[in-house]
């Protein structure tokens, strides 16, 4: 069992891309603990579940204290908690802009600092960015900002945890397919049409999917032993400049 004996976070592991890579890590044998705003979702997993809200300090500061309590040390940490809504420029409200950056800047920021200490000397930290951060899209200005943000974070965190082996890297998805597709309270036409946009405009001329996307995050995470400060792009082209 390729990760048996390892022990691993997962933020945002109760579904999509999150959940892909919770389920691969535990067929290969680790301990995974695993967050989601609800563990409700989760009933059935073999794994320890954990209701946080990436944007709630306090919140944060109680995972630290579970992960210590539960797992004591870990091999790698998968920030993946994301949030974004297809809302235009003109229409963003206050509200939109603190709630996609909560989520996903501050969120991701403090999640690390909360449990960089926790990591074994010569562990991982992966976060999930996206393709939109390479790429002016309507209605993902906020959400591209914020994770463009993240993106910065990796290299800044990189070379501070580098002295202890640290590798720290991202996963920057294209469209892949979940069942939200990344976007909240989009009502289910626009949902189509957004996928059938995906389609059209990424070279492979399809959507990945959440395996695909899992079988990077791991890749980074065990593997990739001499790359930090890097992102690797399961985009299927988009972000890479490629025409077809």
């Known amino acids: 069992m390729k990760y048996l004996g390892k022990k691993v976070v997962v933020t945002g592991g109760t579904h999509g891309m999150g959940r892909a890579v919770v389920d691969k890590l535990i067929e290969g044998g680790a301990e995974v603990l695993l967050t989601g705003r609800s563990t409700k979702k989760a009933e059935g997993i073999k794994a320890h579940a954990i209701a946080s809200d990436a944007a709630n300090l306090d919140d944060i500061a109680k995972l630290g204290s579970e992960v210590r309590e539960r797992l004591h040390e870990i091999d790698l940490l998968f920030v993946n908690v994301g949030y974004s809504t297809l809302t235009s420029f003109p229409d963003a409200t206050e509200r939109d802009y603190d709630r996609t950056f909560d989520i996903n800047t501050k969120g991701a920021f403090f999640t690390a600092q909360q449990l960089a200490p926790l990591l ?81 405009i990424t070279p492979l001329k399809r959507h990945g999917t959440m395996d695909e996307v899992a079988a990077a995050v791991l890749f980074l995470g065990f593997d990739a032993t001499f790359t930090t400060g890097a992102e690797l792009a399961v985009d299927g082209g988009l972000g890479q400049g490629i025409s077809a």
Not at 167 to 185: A, Y
């Open 120 to 200: 074994k000397d010569g562990g991982a930290i992966v976060f999930t960015t996206s393709v939109a951060t390479e790429q002016g899209a309507e209605g993902l200005t906020l959400y591209a900002a914020a994770k463009a943000a993240v993106r910065s974070f990796a290299r800044g965190f990189a070379a501070e945890l580098a002295p202890r082996g640290i590798r720290v890297n991202v996963v920057s998805p294209g469209f892949i397919d979940t069942p939200s597709m990344g976007v909240v309270g989009a009502p289910p036409e626009v949902l189509q049409q957004f996928k059938e946009e995906g389609d059209r």
